[in-house]
């Protein structure tokens, strides 16, 4: 079994996709076709199930996952410590963010790293942020930036809260709140509302404000993508709730304020045991000092 052929698993399980995985290892999608299949048949069960429509991992490959990660994350982070060693940072960055990540400009945080750190590769992914939590800890993403409840924190790995925002509603320029000053919850209640599917996060947070105020509200168009759920919004098929730092990049829709609004906090989280040079590298552009490191990794994760 070589460390290449675990790379080239992960890749495609990453990926769901052979040509995908086969561009971001640099190889021809034969090799690592001809390496996957080799590596299945000493271990003597096949990894991936393959269609003309999708790959996806089998229970066998979903066992093996863990562990290949593992063993390649371990020869990355080896051969960043050589490196960083000798005063130079490399390797691979893979960072998470949510769509409305507002507190910290993640593309131009991204350039200046990679500025002043050519020689790293850099990865994003976005997603929900449970989505993301797991993926720290699983050690699949360096970092991640996400947005939770005032009342929740990220369980399991190092955090540090960025800022705090409070959610406004958003509505079509021709919506009749768009000419209020300001609404409650209860004005709210009989409207459409577009929103994050039901039991992320993002949801949550408006699901419970919901309850506290006593009303109920209608979800009738669940999306994971903020720029569709604007489209949907700008249509007039529904309103939505927003943190305001995000919703001032919008365009085409306006925003109301809310008296009783949920509240989220954003939160920069990082994986503590595996912490490689780059993520270290990239935790200090963001101005955090080995002071707040320190104290971040030695606070108890929450359960």
């Not at 640099?26 to 999708?54: D, M, N, P």
């Not at 409070?166 to 300001?182: I, K």
Request: glycine letters at 6%; hydrophobic letters at 50%.
């Amino acid at each position: 079994m070589e460390l290449q052929q675990m790379r080239y698993v992960v890749a495609v399980a990453e990926t769901n996709s052979f040509t995908r995985a086969a561009e971001r290892c640099l190889v021809v999608q034969s090799a690592l076709s001809h390496q996957i299949a080799r590596l299945e048949r000493e271990l003597g069960a096949r990894l991936f199930e393959r269609t003309s429509r999708r790959v996806r991992l089998t229970p066998a490959g979903e066992a093996f996952l863990p562990a290949a990660r593992q063993c390649v994350n371990a020869a990355e982070r080896a051969a960043a410590e050589v490196a960083a060693a000798v005063g130079e940072v490399r390797g691979r960055l893979t960072v998470g963010v949510i769509p409305t990540v507002a507190a910290v400009d993640v593309p131009a945080a991204l350039n200046a790293f990679h500025r002043r750190y050519p020689h790293v590769r850099i990865g994003l992914r976005v997603g929900a942020s449970e989505e993301l939590v797991d993926l720290v800890k699983e050690g699949a993403l360096d970092v991640a930036f996400l947005g939770l409840p005032v009342t929740a924190r990220p369980e399991g790995v190092a955090a540090k809260p960025l800022a705090h925002d409070q959610l406004v509603a958003v509505v079509a320029p021709d919506h009749p709140l768009a000419a209020e000053g300001e609404v409650d919850l209860a004005r709210l209640s009989s409207e459409v509302f577009v929103d994050k599917p039901a039991g992320t996060a993002g949801r949550i947070q408006s699901d419970q404000a919901f309850a506290a105020a006593g009303v109920p509200r209608e979800v009738a168009f669940e999306v994971t993508d903020a720029g569709f759920m604007t489209r949907l919004i700008h249509q007039n098929l529904g309103i939505a709730l927003l943190p305001s730092h995000y919703t001032r990049h919008l365009t085409g829709v306006v925003t109301v304020p809310v008296r009783d609004a949920p509240a989220r906090t954003e939160h920069l989280i990082w994986n503590r045991l595996t912490r490689t040079p780059a993520a270290t590298a990239f935790l200090a552009e963001l101005d955090l000092t080995e002071a707040d490191l320190r104290e971040a990794d030695l606070t108890e994760p929450a359960v």
